[in-house]
């Protein structure tokens, strides 16, 4: 894209937690700049508002603003669907935090509305942009394990009541280590091994009720609605099988987050909910463990900031104006969507996967910073 045309103009909807990482790294990008935030806790935009020298308004204003071209919905999982409902039907670009909807249903209609918009629609996690796991894709393409076999992804937390200072909506409908955290892991493993075709999976609420461990809120009890540990087989179309657990009942543990095993070899690749990492490799009749230096873009953020999260919407930007698909897809989602609820009403039973994704474009290693193609 040519950077001489005037930014995109952005409004983000929800300036909660991760809402300043969002707008640190949209502004690593000289084609992107916020314009304005919402959230029903005007104290909370007028907070985010007033750091980064952008303005507060209400959501209709937003919303109605000729300017702003993309919505970014960082609202919590339950309000994902009719903010980004609003917004596309007010003909803007949306990019959702995940999940995408709460439900397969919700989530199918704002891919419909999208597409028969024609704008776009996105939605996180965007952690596989990153340049570890662009790496680690780089050498399984490369066949540096040989076919893959098989892959173990272990998502083992403690919950988030131990760190974030607003934690119930984990654990009422839409949250949960599956659909918090788990979109990392199973975006992940797709943009690896392409399309899902069945799952099996066990789901359990292990406790009904937990107590608040962080500040300001801590020993307020939360009423936990969604599994608290999922565990199941994911079946990819390329012949790949992966076991995987999401968990917020595991208090510590030793194992990598994600590890591949192929023909030739193993590797382990950095952590998903990340942008970058070590990767390691091990070859049939190799130098045992091998380090492999990250040689991909995006492996940093603003420092103090929770990595580049918004990376995926500033590819947004850049691919729409380009004129090419974007990598950070709703389809992508949705596919996700369907696997990880698959895997939470299982309980034994094998499902099969409908919806297809195909695997996002790579990120060359040769790739400037601020570029994607
Ligand atoms: N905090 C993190 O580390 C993190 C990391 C990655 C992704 N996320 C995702 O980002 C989203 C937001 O997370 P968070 O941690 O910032 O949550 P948060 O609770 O800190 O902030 C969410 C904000 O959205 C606002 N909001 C809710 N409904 C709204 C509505 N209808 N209209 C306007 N504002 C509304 C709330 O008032 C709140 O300020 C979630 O989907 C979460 O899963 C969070």
Known sequence: MTHSERP?????????????????????????????????NGAAAAGLAGEFGIDAVGLDALIDDP??????NLTTPVAHAAISRKALLAGKHVYSEK?????????????????????RLGCAPDTFLGGGHQLTRRLLDE??????????????????????????????????PMLDVGPYYVTNLIALFGSATRVV??????????????????????KVDVPTHTTGVIEFENGTTVTIIASFDIVAHKHNQIEIYGSEGSMITPDPNMFTGDVEIFRRGGAGWQHCPVDHPYVE?????????????????????????????????????????ALERSQGQAIAIKSRAARPEPIAAATKPGHFA
Not at 67 to 72: D, G, S
Not at 99 to 119: D, F, N, W, Y
Not at 161 to 171: I, Q, T
Request: no cysteine; glycine share 12%.
């Open 99 to 119: 999940p995408l909807g709460i439900t397969m249903e919700e989530a199918e209609e704002l891919v419909a509305i999208a597409s028969r918009s024609g704008l």
């Open 301 to 341: 953020g603003v420092p103090g900031r929770l990595g580049l999260r918004g990376l995926g919407a500033a590819e947004m930007v850049d691919a729409y104006r380009s004129g090419r698909p974007h990598r950070v897809s709703a389809e992508l989602a949705l596919h996700a969507l369907e696997i990880m609820t």
């Open 201 to 222: 999976g066990m789901a359990k609420r292990t406790r009904a009720e937990r107590p608040v461990l962080s500040e300001p809120r801590r020993g307020e009890i939360i």
């Open 67 to 72: 300017e702003i071209e993309l919505v970014i």
């Open 143 to 176: 066949g540096a394990i040989g076919q893959p076999v098989a892959a173990t992804a272990l998502l083992l937390k403690p919950g988030h009541e131990h760190w974030h200072p607003n934690p119930a909506f984990f654990y009422a409908r839409g949250g949960g």
């Open 8 to 40: 995109v103009q952005v409004g983000i909807v929800g300036t909660g937690n991760i809402s300043a990482t969002y707008v640190a790294t949209l502004h690593m990008f000289d084609f992107v700049r916020v314009k304005a935030v919402t959230d029903l």
